[in-house]
């Protein structure tokens, strides 16, 4: 079967988000008492009148000091968003199907700020270029300026389930590029005109490889028996779900005193290596280990600090030029059924991260701690999930033990459930009994 398929549409970002948050939208108004135990007003007087600027004659004075964000007249359009896809699926021996797919994704003009209120490289705070009324606040350009790029080959495998076996699986190459993570309210690295390019490049959420594999197996042996050896070892079912990704990009800081630009951006490490980012070749502390300090994640000869006044002086290195290390996680569980007339009661023994798998974050990336480039213990992730990234407490794998007398669904949706929770950490928590019973 051969699928495609194209599609454009406008960015639909509400302005309202955005446009909040500023001068003059949002006012804050502060009133502080002369003296440690004074009053700022009273019941009678009530809250103090707040200044209000005069919009009168459809123009604003910018305070100074305010933070601000105007949306620019000649940047308000929306942006489109266009999506492509041309896809291949066969159906394969043993009632395996097959499907490769190339899919794309094109966003230009998505809604970001650009800080006009720059200075120059050695300039100081006193050459931001609106000094004489705003200092050094940043006064935000808010435009459809941005683009984003997709770009990726997709793998999938399935298998319905058929004599006792059910496979699901998919990989995923790609790549995504933009020049801001988000859309609407937020910033660019760069301000400064020359560095202005180096902000489109390598998304913060990239994944290069993404793989993922699911099934479902039934023991074959004994399970059409109907006496006793049946009932006891017949019926097993094993379950499980393998996840396995490209760690995710970041940027490392740099320090460059001399450059004093004023809201121009970012200063990043100079790495003096291959310019490309070789998360996955890092040294990564094995399990079990406690000296982690013995573990550098690069070769700390290659970065440096930059120097100069010029496009240099910002750091060779670009935008989530470095990548965390992958990822892997097995979660496993086993299934039987001991059927009992209408009731169906389930034995269940589920474990998360079946080989008790240390995922790592990102070392320590600040440049002039003696612990540069190592990792802690607190840098780990418990383990692997392809659809999220949020930081688990480090920790063996976990298993689940329990007992369900479920009635059959032909009879009702009434089911009962009791069961016993274990886990296996460095100190075993104690196991307790729940129960359940739903109508």
Excluded at 52 to 73: A, C, E, H, Q
Excluded at 140 to 158: E, H, I, P, V
């Amino acid at each position: 079967v051969f699928r495609a398929g194209y599609g454009v549409t406008k960015n639909p970002l509400p302005w309202g988000r955005p446009m909040r948050g500023s001068y003059p939208f949002d006012i804050n108004n502060n009133a502080t008492a002369t003296g440690t135990y004074d009053y700022v007003t009273t019941l009678a007087a009530g809250i103090p009148a707040v200044n209000l600027p005069d919009t009168s004659k459809g123009t604003v004075v910018l305070p100074r000091g305010v933070y601000i964000r105007s949306p620019n007249l000649d940047m308000v359009d929306r942006g489109t968003v266009q999506q492509w896809n041309v896809s291949f699926e066969r159906r394969l021996p043993y009632d395996i199907s097959a499907e490769v797919a190339y899919v794309g994704t094109a966003t230009d003009g998505g809604y970001a700020d650009l800080n006009v209120n720059v200075g120059v490289p050695g300039g100081g705070g006193t050459a931001a270029k609106y000094y004489a009324s705003a200092g050094t606040t940043a006064i935000n350009d808010w435009g459809s300026r941005t683009k984003s790029r997709y770009k990726g080959l997709q793998f999938a495998l399935n298998r319905p389930f058929k004599n006792g076996l059910m496979l699901k699986g998919a990989y995923t190459w790609s790549q995504a590029k933009n020049m801001a993570d988000e859309d609407g309210w937020t910033g660019l690295t760069w301000n400064y005109l020359p560095k202005y390019d180096d902000n489109f490049a390598i998304a913060g959420f990239d994944r290069t490889h993404m793989f993922s594999m699911g099934w479902v197996y039934e023991l074959p042996f004994l399970k059409d028996r109907n006496d006793a050896l049946g009932a006891i070892l017949g019926g097993w079912q094993l379950n499980g779900v393998a996840a396995w990704f490209t760690g995710t990009p970041y940027s490392i800081g740099g320090t460059n005193n001399a450059m004093a630009c004023q809201g121009c951006g970012s200063i990043l490490i100079n790495y003096n290596g291959t310019p490309e980012a070789i998360g996955e070749a890092g040294n990564i502390p094995p399990a079990g280990t406690t000296d982690f300090s013995s573990y550098t994640y690069f070769d700390k000869s290659l970065f440096s600090q930059p120097s100069g006044l010029d496009v240099a002086g910002f750091g060779n290195t670009k935008r989530n030029f470095f990548r965390r290390p992958a990822q892997w996680n097995v979660d496993f569980s086993i299934f039987k059924a001991f059927p009992v007339g209408r009731f169906r009661p389930e034995f269940r023994i589920d474990i998360s991260n079946l080989f008790n798998t240390r995922n790592w974050g990102a070392p320590n990336t600040s440049f002039t701690s003696p612990n540069f480039l190592t990792y802690s213990a607190g840098s780990s992730w418990a383990s692997a999930s392809s659809s999220s990234s949020s930081r688990r407490a480090p920790g063996p794998c976990r298993g689940r033990a329990r007992l369900r007398p479920t009635r059959s669904p032909r009879a009702s949706a009434r089911r009962a459930g009791l069961g016993i929770q274990m886990g296996r950490r460095e100190r075993i928590p104690p196991a307790f009994f729940f129960a359940n019973w739903d109508r």
